[in-house]
């Protein structure tokens, strides 16, 4: 299945966040990578704000551009804000809810977890990291991967940062999505109306 295989730290830099997971490149060097990172920054047009606003989404939740395209269409057609639709699909997407649940401590680790067949949704085991969970939908470990020293690592670093539309059972090792997440439950810092602009037009 088709994902970025590049440097994290490069994109990283890019952006000036750890948008796919922390980087010693990114606090060594607060400017954007290439010869002409340190150089004078000149002024953006309204059009690539808005680019590099989608592009920080794509590489966040790692999607790529079809997929991604396909997502806001979906949105779009659903009732409501179009951003928030967008960006709760993109929560919802399996590989998300496994890291958001701290069984994996990045998104990256979480889509290789699902593509295994370390994940079950509703008890079936599922190995696409693009699947969408609904509210009600029990996330959980494999029973036989439960002992995988990865995933017992990430839950004991992660206990304490679960997100509050999640709920976590941690003797069954599986989470329960009660509610689609409101926009001040996303942490990720994306300003999701220059999306849905930039789609307009």
Known sequence: MARYTGPKAKISRR????IM??????????YSPGQHGK???????????????K???KY???????????????????????????????????????YRLGIATTRRAARQLVLHKHITVNGDVVNIPSFSAKVGDVIGVREKS?????????LSVRSAKRSTWLEW??????????????REQITENINEQLIVELYSK
């Open 15 to 18: 952006f000036g966040e750890p």
């Open 146 to 154: 439960k002992s995988l020293e990865t995933v017992t690592q990430s």
């Open 55 to 57: 592009q920080k989404a």
């Open 21 to 30: 997971g922390q980087s010693k490149a990114l606090q060594r060097k607060n």
């Open 169 to 182: 059972d941690a003797n069954l090792m599986s989470g329960k999505v009660i509610s689609m997440p409101d």
């Open 60 to 98: 966040t939740y790692g999607v790529l551009e079809r997929q991604f395209s396909k997502t806001f269409q979906e949105a779009a057609r659903k009732g409501g804000i179009t951003g928030l639709n967008l960006l709760q699909l993109l929560e919802a997407r399996v590989d998300n809810v496994v």
């Open 39 to 53: 150089g004078r920054k000149r002024k953006k047009s309204e059009y690539a704000i808005q680019l590099n606003e």
